[in-house]
């Protein structure tokens, strides 16, 4: 429909340059009014608990998935992370009219937060090695310590047990 081809057009040319991957509006009978992928147009998505949490509660509600290949504005993509987005469509009224989803490529932040995750453990495995050294180096000297003042003290009474004789 000539509409929808409007709709396709304005929505690819406003999610160029960002990390969306694909754009569905529902009706509040669950129907898809629109999808990116136009072979979902018209299919329902009653059960869907995303949709279904918007829909009672007319807040946005998300969700993170992996999924090993996805239909995108540009085709297909593969490994990707994503965060599904479900946002309600409030009319001028002030009711619910819709609901809007977007499905957001966040493939390169789960890169970051699993290299920085690595740094984090091998600082914390350092840090820990580091303080073990620590305590084991002042358990040693206070052991030390202690030894020669047990050295010291049965020296002394030595020497005080053989003054008190003499």
Do not use: C
């Not at 409007?6 to 990390?19: F, M, Q, S, W």
């Not at 977007?102 to 350092?126: C, H, Q, R």
């Amino acid at each position: 429909h000539p509409v929808t081809l409007d709709i396709h057009a304005t929505l690819k040319e406003l999610t160029t340059g960002l990390p969306i991957l694909k754009v569905k509006m529902y009706s509040l009978d669950a129907l898809t009014v629109y999808s990116s992928q136009f072979s979902q147009m018209g299919a329902s998505k009653r059960g869907n608990k995303g949709f279904e949490a918007t829909l009672n509660s007319e807040k946005p509600t998300t969700k993170t998935s992996f999924r090993e290949t996805f239909a995108s504005f540009d085709g297909p993509v593969k490994d990707r992370h994503l965060v599904e987005s479900y946002l309600p469509i409030i009319g001028e009224n002030g009711q619910l009219e819709g609901i809007f989803e977007l499905y957001s490529d966040v493939t390169p932040l789960v890169g970051e937060i699993n290299n920085m995750t690595v740094k984090v453990m091998m600082a914390l495995f350092a840090s820990f090695g580091l303080l073990y050294a620590v305590l084991f180096w002042v358990v040693r000297h206070a052991s030390g310590v202690m030894k020669k003042q047990h050295i010291d003290l049965v020296a002394a009474q030595k020497e005080a047990t053989s003054s008190n004789t003499a």
